[in-house]
């Protein structure tokens, strides 16, 4: 019996697929399917984006984006990643303002809120992911210890306790947001 090799799906193939209670995002060609977010993580993503949204917009940075919006961030086999929350700043947004669906390049902020039901492998897989396809800053909320992590490469990490600021530091210069706020 032979084996058979199913062909790596595409950004086009997962932008086309119909939705139904699920999101997915595509690594290296592989479709992932993802559990619908819990309260809390909606929640939190949602405090994190309105805030930071309302920031962005006052001062005409850029956009910031909702989960589920995909991001290619590498192709041939194509990787769309999908953050809780992100920021594209205002040249990138509108050098591809009028390209239709998925965002293509890295955001340059990407906030990840970990779920239940999340690996820590996996979180630390698209936190990897991010970074090399050129986010600027990755921002890992983990609920369950009332903490953040703010990686600007693989080995710059600053950890944050519930009584910190967390600042868009030269990614969304002037934001800032205390941690209590976001639990």
Known sequence: ??????????????????????????????????????????????QIGSCLGAFVATNGLGETYAAGTGFIIDTAPDTVRAPDVSFVARERAEATAEER???????????????????????????????????????VIDPLQRTAAVYRAPDDIYRLIEGDMLDGGDVVPGWKMALADVF
């Open 101 to 139: 669906g998925f965002f293509p390049g890295a955001p340059d902020l990407a906030v990840e809120v970990i779920s239940p039901n999340d690996r820590y492998s996996e979180v630390e897989e698209k936190m990897s992911d991010w970074l090399r396809a050129g986010t600027q800053m990755v921002v």
């Open 1 to 46: 019996m032979t084996a058979q090799t199913v062909a790596p799906m595409t950004a086009a193939e997962l932008l086309a697929m119909p939705h139904n209670d699920y999101r997915y995002e595509l690594v290296q060609g592989e479709l992932r399917q993802m559990e619908l977010a819990d309260r809390q993580h909606g929640r939190i993503a949602a």
